[in-house]
């Protein structure tokens, strides 16, 4: 089994990881009612996408 000659120095292993941080999700706002939304969905807020009713919202659960 192969064992590493030397010890990885800090620099080089953050150097390797540089391409693995975390990133905030992509979000919009709705054109309709203004909340956040993920890009290409439709809102589960209003239900509508691309300015029409795709889903049909019950108004009773929001109040």
Known sequence: MAVPFRRTSKTKKRMRRTHLKKTAPNVVL????????????????CGYYKGKEVIKVNDSEEK
């Open 30 to 45: 709705c054109k309709k009612c203004g909340e956040p939304v993920a890009p290409h969905r439709a809102c589960t807020a």
